[in-house]
Nanobody, 123 residues
């Protein structure tokens, strides 16, 4: 399975962006997709995750709850991350990845990764 992120960019504090993760090589229905981010000098962290249709669960990191929304369009094989009320602490390289069918907090279990898309929030 291959994953390709898009939608990153420059935005002012309080602004919004929508990231997309296009999945190819298999049917999105059967996969959980997680969004991660990594800022310079920091470890990669999980931001959100959407389980496969069978499991139908979502996860959000506390710092993004109420601001970010994960969604999927299985017909388009794409997972989205709508990011609202962005702040400078959200600046990072954002990745999507899959561990299989169920979301997990263990980053080592995410086998397939995209190349990342940069999000920069600046005043």
């Amino acid at each position: 399975v291959q994953l390709v992120e898009s939608g990153g960019g420059l935005v002012q504090p309080g602004g919004s962006l929508r990231l997309s993760c296009a999945v190819s090589g298999d049917t999105l229905d059967d996969y959980a997709i997680g969004w991660f981010r990594q800022a310079p000098g920091k470890e990669r962290e999980r931001v959100s995750c959407s389980s496969s249709r069978r499991d139908d669960r979502t996860y959000y990191q506390d710092s993004v709850k109420g601001r970010f929304t994960i969604g999927r369009d299985n017909a388009k094989n794409t997972v989205y991350l709508q990011m609202n009320r962005l702040n400078p602490e959200d600046t990072a390289l954002y990745y999507c990845a899959t561990p299989g069918t169920r979301c997990t907090e263990y980053i080592d279990l995410y086998d397939y990764w995209g190349q990342g898309t940069q999000v920069t929030v600046f005043s």
